[in-house]
């Protein structure tokens, strides 16, 4: 059977030794172990752990209701929602969706994020955007006081509220958040809301496979329980003590690496489409990992767009990068370059292939000079782009970034230093209780 995710770490032969790849893979199989057995750091944050296999039926046909329930009428769904909260339902929205979305196939909702920045601008255009659409909203925050979020939400609601009538916007409006702590919690037991609950034990970063993935994703037309079942797969196979382990497998070759000076691990994509799952990585283990003054820092690069901007500096830039490929084995559509009886533009060598075939030699011609230039290259293999391998990989980066931070031994579920600009800005903006933050920054820059 064809595996889900594959790993090939071929290309970072020459950077590593054997033994120092076989004690990392003996540490991350120690940190396998402490991570399932739940004794290692910030270990009641592990509820994402099982969540696949576990998942309610009640919690899916919940969502399928409120799928029917707005496709009635509805076709503009607001996702408001930070960090954790955004970025795994945009990730998987952007993959799955047709690139032209929301020009193309009318008879899908279209879907849009708010919260995620503080913009004015933004959200000004984005009322402009409502303002000619029938609008519900989708409210996600775990703590239910996260500022960006709420401040939008107040501007949703409001225009909600005033546009459809306070009853009507009770049936717009579904809330995602703590069984029950925070304001937002308390928001939608007053208005009266649907609401989802986020398990206490399930971090923002890895809350992707819960209603606050889920929702957004399948009320964007996609089937949810396929991604369960993909991530419920690698569920078992992450669990397995083999060096064919994937998620062992890449947190001992990216420790080896880092423990070599490589300090900065790109993720590279070749197609538009898993842009944000680069973005939802690049919190997962840049928030996961990038504390007491440890962690790869992730980045990451499209190409072969960014082989135009950044290609350069990869190649004979710092020699502190790793490349990690997330490479799609098949594409889903089919485009063949046609053959030019002139043969002006000389491409005639190409005629009969796919572009894929093109996207592919790109690949492997990158992988090739920028090993061959000092930078050490994981493949991270799917088979294709659909619901079911996205969970697969979704599954695997979290398990991989719990392995993996605990082989740096710092706790993988908590994040102190996102606190500091909080307690800054609300200072600056006059936030009651933070008067004397407030003298101490005047003046300061
Ligand atoms: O991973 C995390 O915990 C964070 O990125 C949060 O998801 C993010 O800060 C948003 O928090 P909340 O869902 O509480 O609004």
């Known amino acids: 059977m064809e595996r889900t995710v594959n790993i090939d770490i071929k290309a970072t032969a020459g950077f590593v030794s054997d033994a120092d790849l076989s004690w990392y893979e003996s540490l991350a199989f120690k940190a396998l172990d402490i991570l399932e057995d739940g004794s290692g750091r910030g270990s009641d944050f592990l509820g ?3 969540l696949p296999s576990k998942t309610d039926e009640s919690i899916i046909s919940n969502i399928e209701s409120i799928v029917k329930d707005w496709r009635r009428d509805i076709n503009l769904i607001v996702v408001t929602g930070i960090g954790g909260s955004y970025l795994g339902a945009k990730s998987a929205i952007d993959a799955l969706s047709h690139s032209f979305r929301n020009n193309i196939g ?3 909702p279209q879907i849009v994020f708010a919260g995620q920045n503080l913009s004015e601008e933004y959200h000004a255009e984005l009322l402009d955007l409502m303002k000619e659409r029938s609008v519900a909203c989708v409210v996600v925050s775990k703590s239910g006081t996260t500022t960006e979020p709420a401040v939008a939400f107040r501007i949703i609601k409001s225009y909600i509220e005033e546009t459809y009538g306070r009853a009507e916007a009770v049936r717009r409006v579904v809330a995602v958040t703590d069984e029950s702590r925070g ?3 308390g928001l939608a037991d007053k208005e009266g809301y649907r609401t989802f609950v986020i398990p206490d034990n399930v971090g923002g970063r ?3 496979l819960t209603p606050v993935g889920l929702l957004p994703i399948a009320l964007a037309g996609f089937d949810i329980r396929a991604l369960i079942n993909g991530a419920a797969g690698m569920e078992q196979i992450c669990r397995e003590r083999s060096s064919d382990n994937p998620a062992v497998k890449y947190a001992a070759i990216r420790n080896a690496l880092y423990s070599k000076g490589k300090k900065i691990e790109l993720l590279v994509t070749y ?6 799952i680069a973005e939802w990585w690049k919190q997962l283990f840049g928030e996961s990992e990038g504390k007491e003054g440890l962690g790869l820092f992730p980045a990451s690069v499209n190409f072969t767009a960014d ?9 004979q830039g710092e020699r502190t990068l790793i490349e990690t490929v997330v490479s799609v084995k098949r594409s889903n559509r089919s485009l063949e370059i046609p053959l030019d009886e002139e043969n002006s533009d000389g491409l005639n060598f190409l005629a009969g292939k796919s572009m894929d075939d093109c996207n592919k030699m790109a690949e492997l011609g990158t992988k090739i000079a920028h090993y061959d230039g000092g930078v050490p290259n994981i493949l991270i293999e799917i088979p294709s782009i659909n619901e079911f391998n996205l969970g697969a990989l979704y599954y695997f980066f979290e398990k991989a970034c719990g392995v993996s931070a605990y082989i740096l031994n710092v706790n993988p579920f908590d994040q102190p230093g996102v606190e500091e600009y909080k307690v800054n800005m609300f200072a600056l903006l006059g936030k009651p209780g933070f008067e004397s933050k407030a003298n101490e920054l005047k003046g300061r820059f």
Do not use: C, R, T
């Not at 197609?271 to 944000?276: E, F, R, S, W």
């Not at 082989?307 to 500096?313: F, N, R």
């Open 48 to 50: 994402w752990m099982d």
């Open 106 to 108: 009318k008879d899908l």
């Open 183 to 185: 304001a937002l919690k």
């Open 206 to 208: 890895f809350s992707v």
């Open 271 to 276: 197609n538009p489409k898993l842009q944000y």
């Open 307 to 315: 082989l135009h901007s950044m290609g350069q500096y990869i190649q």
